[in-house]
């Protein structure tokens, strides 16, 4: 079955940009079916959405980071990544991605729950 | 926004009993997009159910879904060991897609 593992840097200097990188195995990023999703969780604000990006390359994020994220696809790798800029300690979190199966809604894709996740991974802000 | 409201934060119960918890939409979702996730620690959410009731694969039959508009419930029959982890519902409705804060569920 699909697997997803998150890598990149676990320290990050405040001001600078985090850049982490999600592997997809099992499973190809190519497929119409599915988009992938970023999700990151700390103590202070649980559980946030960052972003999605669909097989086409088209990207959704949440307005609350829209303006510092970017999230690519690999195809080639089957991989995506993320890069968020301009950091500070309240980006500090656990980092997950995961899929999102799509759906059809009235002649639009949809994105929906995420299934499965990969473990996630720490990334600290600090000088 | 639509944000939602997970109650209670800490529920105790025996196991073998039954538990239900609670997720408030603050507006009406149209299409039942609403998931649920359990989270141990140290461990990513794993799905348990979507669309408000459908259960995911591999998932035990004593986890189910209901709800609509704006009040969702999970409940899960029958208590087992492993079943004492943070719940946390999800909402794909309208983005930004946004979580609940949480219910531990924890062993009285």
């Known amino acids: 079955q699909v697997q997803l593992q998150e890598s990149g840097p676990g320290l990050v200097k405040p001001s600078e940009t985090l850049s982490l990188t999600c592997n997809v195995s099992?499973?190809?990023?190519?497929?119409?079916?599915?988009?992938w999703g970023w999700i990151r969780q700390s103590p202070g604000k649980g559980l946030e959405w960052i972003g999605s990006?669909?097989?086409?390359?088209?990207?959704y994020y949440n307005p609350s980071l829209k303006s510092r994220v970017t999230i690519s696809g690999d195809a080639s790798h089957n991989q995506f990544s993320l890069k968020l800029n301009s950091v500070t300690a309240a980006d500090t979190a656990v980092y997950y991605c995961?899929?999102?199966?799509?759906?059809?809604?009235?002649?639009?894709?949809?994105?929906?729950?995420?299934?499965?996740w990969g473990q996630g991974t720490l990334v600290t802000v600090s000088s | 926004e639509i944000v939602l409201t997970q109650s209670p934060g800490i529920l105790s119960v025996s196991p073998g009993e039954r538990a239900t918890l609670s997720c408030r939409a603050s507006?009406?979702?149209?299409?039942?997009?609403l998931s649920w996730y359990q989270q141990k620690p140290g461990q990513a959410p794993r799905l348990l159910i979507y669309?408000?009731?459908s259960r995911a694969t591999g998932i035990p039959d004593r986890f189910s879904g209901s709800g609509s508009g704006t009040d969702f419930t999970l409940t899960i029959s029958g208590l087992e060991p492993e079943d004492f982890a943070v719940y946390y519902c999800?909402?794909?409705?309208?983005?930004?897609?946004?979580f609940g804060q949480g219910t531990k569920l924890e062993i009285k």
């Open positions: 995961a899929r999102q199966p799509m759906t059809m809604v009235r002649g639009a894709t949809r994105m929906n729950w995420f299934d499965p």
């Open positions: 099992g499973g190809s990023m190519s497929s119409s079916a599915y988009y």
């Open positions: 990006i669909y097989y086409s390359g088209s990207t």
């Open positions: 507006q009406t979702m149209s299409g039942n997009y």
């Open positions: 669309d408000a009731s």
């Open positions: 999800q909402q794909y409705a309208a983005s930004p897609y946004s």
